[in-house]
Antibody, heavy 118, light 108 residues
């Protein structure tokens, strides 16, 4: 079964760092892009960026460039989203999804809730 | 950046109704458009890709059309399981994928 499994919910304080993960299985992890999507409470979907684990080619939305870092470790079929200094406004659900070329985001992780509060 | 504008933002409909949601791109994206369904507390689900291709396992009452800058998602006969929020997404360029603002389909 093709699936993406994300790491568990996080509660952090402003200024702390965080790295969440997305592990792929059931397919060739290096052959598909992995994207990250933010959904703030009660709001819509926002595309953050995308990485191709095969060569680590990474693209960011202008809205998130410099705010987060997307990476991948193909040896363990895992993509990451990280922050160096969290803000309260980073409180959201974060989804990873496989982007199948020409098809869109066809497989989604279950989401990781990040809460940033003092 | 390519902006995606969905309308309406909310739609009230009854079971059995034909429902149409529109998505407009700020510039041509050819047919590189996907539609997703999201239910509360769940991850989005791909319904339609390349503007009009039905994802495997998705009921045939869902259909997509359009190209260039104007796209529609149609549900031919709304079912109880279809009450959800729907999003369009353009993937014309892997450097700048963007979602529409969403359309919530509510029970009338």
């Amino acid at each position: 079964e093709v699936q993406l499994v994300q790491s568990g919910a996080e509660v952090k304080k402003p200024g702390e760092s965080l790295k969440i993960s997305c592990k792929g299985s059931g397919y060739s992890f290096t052959s598909y892009w992995i994207g990250w999507v933010r959904q703030m409470p009660g709001k819509g979907l926002e595309w953050m960026g995308i990485i191709y684990p095969g060569d680590s080619d990474t693209r960011y939305s202008p809205s998130f460039q410099g705010q987060v870092t997307i990476s991948a470790d193909k040896s363990i079929s895992t993509a990451y989203l990280q922050w160096s200094s969290l803000k309260a406004s980073d409180t959201a659900m974060y989804y990873c999804a496989r982007h199948k070329e020409y098809y869109g985001m066809d497989v989604w992780g279950q989401g990781t809730t990040v809460t940033v509060s003092s | 950046d390519i902006q995606m504008t969905q309308s309406p933002s909310t739609l009230s409909a009854s079971v059995g109704d034909r429902v149409t949601i529109t998505c407009r791109a700020s510039q041509s994206i050819s047919s590189w458009l996907a539609w997703y369904q999201q239910k509360p507390g769940k991850a989005p689900k791909l319904l339609i890709y390349k503007a009009s291709s039905l994802e495997s396992g998705v009921p045939s009452r869902f259909s997509g059309s359009g190209s260039g800058t104007e796209f529609t998602l149609t549900i031919s006969s709304l079912q109880p399981d279809d009450f959800a929020t729907y999003y369009c997404q353009q993937y014309n360029s892997y450097s700048r994928l963007t979602f529409g603002g969403g359309t919530k389909v509510e029970i009338k």
